[in-house]
């Protein structure tokens, strides 16, 4: 475990023990310990936050005595094909063509195909009112999915 210490005065004290200076930080200077943690999982060169919208039209109702409660959860497809979580959406109750409100912010890497991978789920009534990160998926019921690369859906 690491310490920190805070100074005052011209000393610049505690500063050197995470990485800062004297003076006030650049907001464009760049950050080594993001770009350290970057590289270590193969990520190199420039990126930039993005922030994602979804909605989604003519989904498979499920329910037998309402609409399907979807929601949608987003991941990033590995070289291996293994699947990291980015994010969730709210549920949506009783909808086959839900616009969510949520938006995901995810990391856009230039220079680099992202394949993105998004799973609607169900929800069923039970679990209303849960927390989405508290929901289990393999509870739900998996109403469709789709693949794009990020490239293919980026609008400015």
């Given at each position: 475990?690491?310490?920190?210490c805070?100074g005052?005065g011209?000393d610049g004290g505690?500063?050197s023990?995470?990485?800062?200076?004297?003076?006030?930080?650049?907001?464009?200077?760049?950050?080594?310990?993001?770009?350290?943690?970057?590289?270590?999982?193969?990520?190199?060169g420039?990126?930039?936050?993005?922030?994602?919208?979804?909605?989604?039209?003519?989904?498979?109702?499920?329910?037998?005595?309402?609409?399907?409660d979807?929601?949608?959860?987003?991941?990033t497809?590995?070289?291996?094909?293994?699947?990291?979580?980015?994010?969730?959406?709210?549920?949506?109750?009783?909808?086959l063509?839900?616009?969510?409100?949520k938006?995901?912010?995810i990391?856009?890497?230039?220079e680099?195909?992202q394949?993105?991978?998004?799973?609607?789920?169900?929800i069923?009534?039970?679990?209303?009112?849960?927390?989405?990160?508290?929901?289990?998926?393999?509870?739900?019921?998996?109403?469709?999915e789709?693949?794009?690369s990020l490239?293919?859906?980026?609008?400015?």
């Amino acid at each position: 475990m690491g310490n920190c210490c805070l100074g005052s005065g011209g000393d610049g004290g505690g500063q050197s023990a995470v990485g800062g200076s004297s003076s006030h930080p650049d907001a464009n200077a760049p950050n080594d310990a993001v770009e350290g943690f970057l590289r270590t999982r193969g990520y190199h060169g420039l990126y930039t936050q993005i922030e994602l919208s979804l909605s989604a039209s003519n989904l498979r109702d499920r329910d037998v005595l309402s609409k399907s409660d979807p929601m949608v959860v987003i991941y990033t497809k590995g070289r291996d094909g293994s699947l990291q979580e980015l994010g969730r959406t709210e549920v949506v109750l009783n909808s086959l063509s839900p616009q969510w409100i949520k938006k995901v912010i995810i990391n856009y890497y230039f220079e680099m195909v992202q394949t993105l991978v998004f799973h609607v789920y169900d929800i069923d009534t039970q679990f209303h009112g849960l927390d989405e990160k508290m929901l289990k998926l393999d509870e739900q019921q998996l109403l469709g999915e789709a693949t794009c690369s990020l490239s293919e859906n980026f609008f400015f």
